[in-house]
């Protein structure tokens, strides 16, 4: 799977993490707030931050996906900020 910067792919894009984050953390996808998407083109990467609730605490979570696909980063806090 590839992802090159194209508007038309974006949704699609924000389908896949959606996914692929309410699988790793085992919570429904409605939960996920895609707050910033942004594409690196000299590292061939996109960096997404996403903003999710668990049980009753919420969190940010930043992740690095590289054009292949592949998940190379991914970081989770717990979000203070209200």
Request: glycine share 4%.
């Amino acid at each position: 799977m590839e992802f090159k910067l194209t508007i038309d792919k974006m949704e699609s894009l924000k389908e896949i993490i959606a996914d692929q984050i309410s699988k790793m953390e085992s919570i429904p996808a409605d939960c996920l707030e895609i707050s910033d998407i942004f594409y690196y083109s000299g590292l061939k990467k996109w960096t997404v931050t996403i903003i999710f609730s668990k049980g009753q605490k919420s969190y940010k979570a930043s992740m690095d996906i590289l054009e292949n696909g592949v998940i190379s980063r991914f970081q989770q806090r717990e979000n203070y900020e209200n």
